[in-house]
């Protein structure tokens, strides 16, 4: 969501940190008051048309005189007054911005690992965080406050980037003994355009970041490899130019080795692909990998014994209006090219555009439809645009939605800010044929390989057993302070058993009327105790989320009581939250949300009403603790305290206690995250970074695989 406390100050938000966050809308004081550009002039009647002239006093009355020389000093006052009055203003304002109590976290030290750059890369073996450095350091006396960090200007990469692919290997015995073949796809129809790869170097900088909650290790992701921008994006048009087909972004970036990628990749001319094309296509030539019904190309039916692959649907929501910067479209060409095509069609990356003009009549006229699509979408996506609109939300989910318990937003209940899912049910309902919707915001970006994100934390949470899933999934997890994901989960037992709240198992009990019926698989086999951690595993997760699923109820998060539909005489549901509303959701899921909406007229907000359901209904949900870095070298115990133990509802993260996620790099208020984003781009950012800084130290940022959210823009070394 792009704006939460809609009733504050969003200058009040901003926090002044070492690093340069982004301004929010209405932050410069300066434009809040006229000022005086230019002094007075007198103009002086020219009483000759020649080139002599003759000056002369002007002839006053004494009234007159007086009056003038009145006007004349009262006019020097009230400028005077004003002028003094915006000095006395801007003083105060300096004064609060130094008088304003730090947040306890701005105490702690700046991490600066994040900027060793490619010059700076080693094995994996060899590397050693900036943290256990720092630790190192202290431990023995020596000075922390600067890294080993020596400039190298001029000097290539030591390691050579290397294509990536995390890919099964669809030609082996091992694959085919198990599933059909999978047919390469292709950019063109005619089957001669191939398919760009990604590249990384083989190493890490010496001194990186390392995350302080999640873990590649324990997810599978990659951790022993770096992407700097030019293998990341540079075949996907970043790293050459528009002639050659490509956007020319990189003319003026720090690019010592870069052109390396060119002796494997060949350039592709991105201004003939239509990518809605290629995606269908590439379905088409595989659809026997996901349907035992469908037959070969050449009419041949599929072997029965072969496993299916499950299909996911990747929405990317959108609106009339959204301006589509460069950087963007490469984002956006990497996904429908790692999820989609590469994968030989797992996945269909799809466009959920809203109408934000409730008066355009999208459903009844196919010229208005695609005109108003062809508008406001990129023509290279413009058949992967599915269009929506508040108007049309009214008539699918009509009201009531009786019995509001407090509505914080006071907006409508089908406004986008209050019901984003209704377009997303809508779709689900519309198109059927998937088994997984991920909900993709477009403010996020990611360093590392999509096809190896998405596939390997789907694969972690199928392993996830049902015991404990709750409770693990509602506390940040935090490898340096809780060890193993083993030692993690016997902790968080330990604390469930000694607390006074029931551990969650199958659907809950609770007061309230209009209640649908719970799916019977939803029951658990055994009681809590007598399981050993062994229900649900192998089991997909019905919702997968990227921060923990909390109790709204324990918090002062603003919107846990946008509740609607439920019987006002009886307590509120209780219900789950996980901020951001970027999820994978099943269909099962989709479905019971779907019917919950129009059936029984049940609705929360958006980020409560998709975990409320699942949690009501013994799905499983779970929350998959992916790298998140911070800014600043936070104590590990007090990291912990703040974001798994507050000490009362009003400290917690997700409520008043938001300015702890400032620093971080994934969350809906973080400024770090675009910051550093920019930089990685090769952008100069509060006064550091940028080429030459990048070309006379240790090169271009090269960063493992990381989730970043919000990026509202995106500048690179221009």
């Known amino acids: 969501m792009s704006s939460r406390l809609s009733k504050l100050d969003p200058r009040k938000l901003f926090v002044r940190t070492r690093f340069s966050y982004e301004k929010l809308p209405g932050g410069d004081s300066q434009n809040a008051s006229p000022s005086f550009t230019s002094p007075i002039r007198f103009r002086w009647r020219n009483r000759s048309s020649g080139s002599d002239r003759c000056w002369h006093w002007p002839r006053l009355s004494l009234t007159k005189f007086i009056l003038l020389v009145a006007i004349a000093f009262l006019t020097v006052s009230l400028m005077g007054t004003g002028m003094y009055r915006r000095h006395r203003l801007r003083e105060e304002e300096e004064e609060k911005k130094v008088q304003r109590e730090l947040y306890h976290w701005e105490h702690f030290p700046r991490l600066n690992g994040f900027y060793s750059g490619i010059r700076n890369l080693v094995p994996y073996s060899d590397w050693v965080s900036e943290q256990a450095f720092l630790k190192t350091a202290e431990f023995n006396g020596a000075p922390t406050k600067a ?113 390396k990628i060119w002796s494997w990749e060949t350039k592709v001319d991105y201004r003939n692909v239509d990518w809605a094309k290629a995606q269908q296509k590439c379905f088409q030539k595989n659809k026997i990998r996901f349907d035992k019904n469908a037959l070969t190309e050449d009419g041949k039916k599929p072997d029965p014994e072969k496993k299916t692959v499950p299909r996911h649907a990747y929405i990317l929501r959108t609106w009339t209006g959204y301006k589509y910067s460069e950087y963007q479209i490469l ?50 996506f413009w058949g992967l645009a599915t269009l929506w609109s508040e108007q049309q939300m009214r008539m699918y989910y009509p009201e009531p939605f009786p019995n509001n318990v407090f509505n914080h937003a006071k907006a409508p209940v089908h406004s986008v800010y209050r019901s984003a899912h209704f377009a997303l049910q809508w779709f689900s309902q519309m198109r059927p044929e998937y088994d997984f919707y991920w909900n993709w915001e477009m403010d996020i970006r990611y360093t590392g390989h999509y096809y190896e994100f998405n596939t390997q934390i789907g694969k972690w949470a199928k392993q996830q057993p049902r015991k404990g899933i709750w409770e693990r999934s509602s506390r940040y997890y935090i490898p340096e302070q809780h060890g193993t994901w083993k030692n993690f989960t016997d902790m968080v037992e330990e604390e469930v058993f ?69 019987d006002l005489s009886l307590p509120t549901p209780p219900r789950r939250a996980a901020i951001i509303t970027v999820a994978r959701l099943s269909k099962r899921l989709l479905d019971l949300m779907h019917t919950e909406t129009y059936k029984m007229r049940h609705h929360m907000f958006p980020e409560m009403w998709p975990p409320s359901v699942a949690f009501h209904h013994g799905l499983k949900a779970v929350y998959v603790p992916h790298p998140v870095f911070f800014d600043r070298n936070w104590p590990l115990e007090t990291l912990d305290d703040a974001f798994n133990h ?3 509802p ?60 919000p990026i509202k823009k995106e500048t690179g070394a221009e």
């Open 498 to 566: 000694q607390g006074e709240t029931k551990p969650v198992w199958g659907p809950p009990n609770f007061e309230n009327t209009g209640m649908l019926e719970s799916p019977p698989e939803a029951t658990p086999p055994t009681t809590y105790t007598a399981d050993k951690y062994e229900w649900g595993v192998g089991e997909d997760a019905d919702m997968i989320v990227f921060n923990p699923i909390f109790d709204p109820n324990a918090t002062n998060w603003v919107f846990r009581d946008d509740v609607s539909g439920y």
């Open 331 to 380: 984002t956006l060409r990497a996904m429908i090219n790692e999820l989609s095509l590469k994968s030989g069609g797992e996945y269909d990356v799809h466009f959920l555009v809203h109408v934000k003009d409730d008066s355009i009549p999208i459903w009844a006229s196919d010229e208005v439809y695609q005109k108003t699509l062809q508008e406001n979408v990129p023509e290279e």
């Open 646 to 648: 507050p000490q009362r």
């Open 650 to 709: 009003q400290d917690s993260v997700f409520g008043w206690g938001e300015h702890n996620q400032l620093g971080s790099s994934f969350y809906y208020n973080s400024g770090f995250s675009a910051a550093l984003w920019r930089r990685w781009l090769g952008s100069r950012e509060n006064s550091e970074g940028g080429t030459e800084e990048e070309e006379n130290g240790s090169g271009r940022m090269c960063l493992r695989s990381m989730l970043f959210h």
């Open 147 to 259: 890294l080993p960090n020596t400039p190298k200007p001029g000097k290539e990469p030591p390691l050579d980037p290397v294509p990536f692919s995390p890919y099964p290997d669809y030609n082996s015995y091992e694959y085919l003994q198990e599933y059909s073949p999978v047919r390469a796809c292709y950019l063109d129809e005619e089957g001669k355009v191939d398919l760009p790869d990604v590249y990384a170097y083989p190493g890490v900088p010496q001194n990186m970041t390392d995350p302080f909650f999640g873990s590649y290790q324990e997810l599978g992701i990659s951790e022993s490899v770096c992407f700097d921008r030019f293998g990341r994006l540079g075949p996907y048009g970043y790293g050459f130019s528009r002639e050659e087909g490509g956007l020319g972004l990189s003319g003026k970036s720090e690019s010592a080795g870069a052109e």
